[in-house]
Structures are given as structure tokens and as C-alpha cells.
């Protein structure tokens, strides 16, 4: 019983919470991730050799700093990523408030809020119906007990079109 409450209330959550994001957002903020991960990922190479070269050296000898090996050529590659990320995360803020003040008129911000919650839903479904795919592999038998007495955490497990049939078998196999 506690456990189909608690799979019910996160369930209304993640509706809830997509509700208040939005379809829009949601979607520039998870594409804007991505894309500044790779942008960061680009260019903290070229700028980590840039400031290897031209800060000062974090090692004794000053062998290794010709070339951006070592300790320093790391640091600042890291660094260099650091800095990268912030700044594409600072300009995909900037965009996304552009963008998302279009959300705001009546028809479509109802259309996004609606979208954003069913898609948190499903993606909240999914995230559930991972953790009780491990929870039903563990060996505790007070965990088994408490999922075979759930009726949602039942039907999850059993009734998930996609995934029940195939991935509750497949990970059974692995154990």
C-alpha cells in the first residue's frame, strides 16, 4: 500500500513539475545541455593549449609545458572546459528567456503546459518503472513482499507495453 502511494504521489509530481516547465523549456533546456556540453567539450582543448602556454606553469620543470603535457596542460584544459561550459550555459539562459516569453501567450501556454506534463509523466513512469526493476531484483524478501503487495507497482511491472516483457526477462537472464 505505502509503496503504490508513493509511486502514485511521484507520479503527480512529475506531471506537477512539468506542468510549471512546459513543453518549450523543457525541450530547449534539454537540447541547450547537450549542445553545450559539446561545445565545451570543442573548445577546452584549443584553449586549455592557449592558456598552458601563456599562464604560468603549475610544475617544477619546464619540460613539459612546452608541449601542454603534464599537470599543467590538464588543469587548464579543465579549466578551460569550466570556463566554456559557463559561458555557453550563461548565453543558453539568455536564449531560453527570449525564446520562452512566446509560451506566455494564452493558447500556447496552455498547449505547453499540458505537453510539458505529459511528457514529465511519462518520463517520471519511466524512471519508475526503472527503480522497481531493480528493487524486484533484489534478494531482500522484504522488498519482494512490499512490490507484489503494490498494485500500481504490479501493474507497472507487468502492463509497461515497451518494456515489461522483454527487459524484465532479459534482466533476469543476467542474474
Known amino acids: 500500500m505505502l509503496?503504490?502511494?508513493?509511486?502514485?504521489?511521484?507520479?503527480?509530481?512529475?506531471f506537477r513539475y512539468g506542468l510549471k516547465r512546459g513543453l518549450?523549456?523543457?525541450l530547449v533546456s534539454l537540447i541547450g545541455y547537450v549542445l553545450v556540453l559539446l561545445v565545451a567539450l570543442y573548445f577546452s582543448s584549443p584553449l586549455g593549449d592557449f592558456l598552458a602556454k601563456?599562464?604560468?606553469?603549475?610544475?617544477?620543470s619546464q619540460g613539459q609545458q612546452a608541449t601542454g603535457g603534464g599537470i599543467t596542460g590538464i588543469?587548464?584544459?579543465i579549466l578551460a572546459f569550466w570556463i566554456v561550459a559557463l559561458l555557453a550555459g550563461i548565453a543558453l539562459r539568455i536564449f531560453n528567456r527570449?525564446?520562452?516569453?512566446?509560451?506566455?501567450?494564452?493558447?500556447i501556454s496552455q498547449f505547453n503546459a499540458l505537453a510539458g506534463g505529459l511528457i514529465w509523466l511519462l518520463a517520471t513512469y519511466v524512471i519508475i518503472f526503472f527503480g522497481l526493476l531493480l528493487l524486484a531484483s533484489s534478494e531482500l524478501d522484504q522488498i519482494k513482499l512490499s512490490l507484489e503487495n503494490s498494485q500500481v507497482?504490479?501493474?507497472?511491472?507487468?502492463?509497461?507495453?515497451?518494456?515489461?516483457?522483454?527487459?524484465?526477462?532479459?534482466?533476469?537472464e543476467m542474474r
Open 3 to 14: 509503496v503504490s502511494l508513493i509511486i502514485l504521489l511521484l507520479l503527480v509530481l512529475g
Open 24 to 26: 518549450a523549456q523543457t
Open 54 to 60: 601563456y599562464m604560468p606553469s603549475l610544475e617544477q
Open 75 to 77: 588543469f587548464y584544459k
Open 98 to 107: 527570449s525564446v520562452l516569453s512566446i509560451t506566455k501567450l494564452p493558447v
Open 153 to 172: 507497482a504490479e501493474f507497472i511491472l507487468q502492463e509497461t507495453p515497451l518494456f515489461s516483457s522483454q527487459l524484465v526477462q532479459y534482466w533476469q
